[in-house]
């Protein structure tokens, strides 16, 4: 049995299992799970400068959120890793499904459709070459 106090405890084991790969996340993002896998699979596995060239002439709504994304990863890959800009590449981008606002629209017949104004939790990580 471990000795000490429950959260000396809690914080020995989370320093053991801590993440050395920078990342960022954008949690609530207004834009579908769906929608943002397509600029997501754009740019998974390209060094930075590429992905944002790619994200600057992306049409999408969700490569605006996804670049200020990367630019933040970036930021703290430099300022709390140390790591070179340049040897950088996305490992890791994916998006949960966040939670649904539920919104109701009047139709014909007082009838009522419901529409679903889906968010998600955007997450990257990079990696050093």
Wanted: aromatic share 6%; hydrophobic share 35%; with cysteine.
């Amino acid at each position: 049995m471990a000795k000490g106090h429950r959260s000396q405890i809690k914080r020995e084991r989370n320093a053991n299992n801590k993440e050395t790969r920078p990342s960022a996340k954008l949690s609530y993002a207004r834009v579908s799970v769906q929608k943002a896998c397509f600029v997501l699979d754009a740019i998974r596995g390209k060094d930075v400068r590429t992905a944002l060239a790619i994200l600057d002439y992306s049409p999408r709504y969700a490569s605006e959120l996804i670049a200020k994304l990367v630019r933040s990863a970036v930021a703290n890959a430099e300022n709390n890793n140390g790591m070179d800009v340049d040897k950088l590449y996305i490992e890791e981008c994916y998006a949960n499904k966040g939670p649904t606002l539920k919104r109701i629209r009047p139709r014909a017949q007082g009838r009522a459709y419901r529409i679903e104004k889906r968010m998600s939790h955007i997450t990257i990580v990079l990696n050093e070459r």
